[in-house]
């Protein structure tokens, strides 16, 4: 099997200001390769408070699916709150692989960084 059931992504942060017509946002992207659905499982952790754990997805047999943190709630209808550094634990029920992006558009000049999760196990 290609991928892994367990990944962190330490750096999470939704920008609350966003300019021009693009919506600052970042997205957790997965892959999964398998013969059947991945049950994802999103727990995010924070400095200054309890970790919230009631996010999940899901990604098709053989798709992608681009989870956008601006736009997911979890399952008492609470949003990943803008301004707040936050690190991200994705669990799943068969292996996938893992990115994470963000778009910054604070300012005129956007940013657009991506860069892999670390594969726990």
């Not at 778009?103 to 005129?108: A, F, P, R």
Request: net charge negative; hydrophobic share 35%; charged share 25%.
């Amino acid at each position: 099997m290609i991928g892994k059931q367990t990944w962190i992504i330490p750096d999470g942060f939704l920008q609350p200001k966003s300019t021009g017509e693009q919506i600052s946002h970042e997205a957790v992207c997965v892959l999964n390769l398998t013969d059947g659905p991945a049950d994802i499982h999103l727990t995010l952790y924070f400095e200054d408070r309890e970790p919230m754990d009631q996010f999940f997805s899901e990604c098709g047999s053989n798709r992608t699916h681009h989870i956008r943190l601006d736009k997911i709630k979890d399952r008492e209808g609470n949003e990943i709150p803008r301004g707040v550094p936050y690190a991200i634990k994705v669990e799943s029920n068969v292996p996938i692989i893992v990115q994470h992006s963000r778009l910054d558009t604070s300012q005129e000049a956007l940013a657009l960084f991506t860069t892999m999760g670390y594969p726990a196990h």
